[in-house]
């Protein structure tokens, strides 16, 4: 266990992307059984296109979902690029939610709202406060910029501070 507890407000936000995640997965499983029981003319019919598009249109909602458990499921680690696919993954819902909604589907304001709580909760100051506690020192990755192919300290610039 770390040192520094992971705070509540990224609690928090791991409890609801996981949330997000299973229940997007569990809806994609149902549409998935939904399709393959029905006749391709019923898919035709309900979806407008073939089984094989409507399969091909699954594919990224079920990768989005399953980022999203991945990224709650890996956010105790802590870093930048967590701090990074947080990021994106809120920047995803809420373009997302915006689509739908210029499309004039109003379901994804739900996902919308839950999106901007995560990210009130993973901006917090708390947050933001562990994120960089949990960031690797220069102390213990190396004593300085390393060249990138010779594994030599790369030379430093003239007047620039290294940290």
């Given at each position: 266990?770390?040192?520094?507890p992971?705070?509540?407000t990224?609690r928090?936000a791991r409890?609801l ?13 149902l549409?998935?059984i939904?399709?393959?029981v029905?006749?391709e ?7 407008g ?12 909602p ?6 999203t ?10 870093g ?5 696919l947080?990021r ?7 373009v ?6 210029l499309m004039?589907?109003?379901g ?7 999106a901007t709580v995560v990210?009130?909760?993973?901006e917090s100051?708390?947050a933001?406060a562990?994120y960089r506690s ?9 004593s300085?910029?390393q060249a990138?192919?010779?594994?030599e300290?790369?030379p ?8």
């Open positions: 266990m770390s040192a520094n992971m705070p509540l990224l928090v409890a992307l996981y949330i997000t995640a299973i229940l997007g997965l569990l809806m994609m499983s549409m998935l939904g399709v393959v029905m006749t003319d019923e898919v035709v019919r309900e979806m296109v073939g089984k094989g598009a409507t399969f091909a249109f699954m594919v990224p079920v990768a989005f979902y399953v980022f458990f991945y990224l709650a499921a890996t956010l105790r680690r802590g930048r690029l967590r701090q990074l947080m994106v993954l809120v920047a995803l819902l809420l997302n939610a915006l689509v739908s909604v004039g589907d109003l994804p304001l739900l996902d919308a709202l839950s990210l009130i909760l993973h100051r708390s933001r562990w949990q960031a690797p020192s220069e102390a213990a990755a190396g300085g910029p990138p192919e010779t594994g300290t790369a430093e610039a003239p007047g620039v501070p290294t940290s």
